[in-house]
């Protein structure tokens, strides 16, 4: 199928920065190539309020029109979410499909979903996305599954009927609470094992899932694109000194997600808060690289993940500029290319928890065999050594202060 032409169209409020407004029509830009289509063109208007009727004025939206037939677009999509009125008016005065940002993400939050609970996600934040908009759609909606903004991950095609759409809402948020539930057993269980967990977040495409790639050795999707990576996934990594941990690589973060959004990923986005530490990739070469720092602290922060133990990692450093200064500490430049920056990384993540943990010395018999092996797995060991006088072996090294070990080794 050949690329949808897509025209963006955006208002530009006064209290705008305009950096601000350029990075998200940039970032516009970037969901559409992700969602498969090409920006033909992009058309902005500077008002001091959004028209109600039509989100943008009259004149332009002549202009528009005359542009969408010159260039033969096959979608016009909107920097800024719309009501159902400003969608019914605009794709009657178009004559071609009209979407915005937030149906774009959803789309593509569509494509991505892998696991039964991303798709549930999706298809629920679709839904109720779409249920306050049908009125006076009928003939749009009747024409789903025909491109950018379209696809669904459900068992079954968006329809107009209200009623349905209710129904299958219910029965969503019935099935996603069975998930969670069983996502919580999971976690509980790897919590009573005691399973030390790391999670990487991130802006989107500031390259987490190539440094969890790098991390774990798999071959999570890895592209240069927006949203990549929808579902959580979770793979074992050693530390130098042998020390296990699970890591986990989670959705990217966006600005200006709509809350609906936010909502129905708020149990992807748990992931984060059940860690115990956190890696936070940021593509230091973005322009925007302050604001989209801001949107990640402030998601965790909504999240009451803020006070996780945290490294930040400067990504892309071959591509920084010049008079680079980071704004987060600790911090770590790298490549996620070069492997032994990723190498960094474990020492870093290693020399951070050995600030925050207990240092201990114990000494063991041979027979502690099982004993010797946790430590070696699930603490920092930093020294081993066997005294032959005493017949025993002197383990040196740090470990959580909550850790059930710990009551062993205060014997």
Known sequence: MDEEKILIIAVKKPEQKEERFQSSLDELVSLSKTAGGTVTKIMTQTRKHIHPANYIGTGKVEEMKKEVDRLEIDLVISNDELSAGQLRNLGNLFGVRIIDRSQLILDIFAQRARTKEGKLQVELAQLEYLLPRLRGQGVELSRLGAGIGTRGPGETKLETDQRHIRRRIYDIKRRLQIAV????????????????????????????????????????????????????????????????????????????????????????????TEADFLIHVVDGSNPDMEQQQHTVTELLKDLNAHTIPMLTVYNKKDKFSR???????????????????I?????????????????????????????????????????????????????????????????????
């Open 323 to 341: 008079d680079f200064i980071p704004m987060q500490h600790p911090y770590l430049f790298t490549s996620a290319l070069e492997q032994e920056d």
């Open 181 to 272: 539930r069983q996502r919580d057993q999971y976690r509980k269980r790897r919590k009573s094992n005691d399973v030390f967990q790391i999670a990487i977040v991130g802006y989107t495409n500031a390259g987490k899932s190539t440094i969890f790639n790098r991390l774990t050795n798999s071959t999570t999707l890895e592209e240069n694109q927006l949203f990549a990576t929808l579902d959580p996934l979770t793979r074992e990594i050693k530390l130098p000194s042998g020390f296990q941990t699970l890591i986990t690589d989670t959705v990217g973060f966006l600005q200006d997600l709509p809350t609906s959004l936010i909502a129905a990923f708020r149990s992807t986005l748990e992931e984060v």
């Open 343 to 411: 190498g960094k990384i474990l020492e870093n993540i290693e020399g951070l928890l050995k600030e925050i943990w207990d240092r201990y010395t114990v000494y063991l018999n041979p027979g502690d065999g099982n004993l010797l092996q946790k430590l070696g797995r699930e603490t920092i060991v930093i020294d081993k050594d066997f005294s032959e006088e005493k017949n025993q072996y002197i383990f040196k090294g740090y470990i959580r202060s909550e850790h059930p070990l710990k009551t062993l080794l205060e014997r």
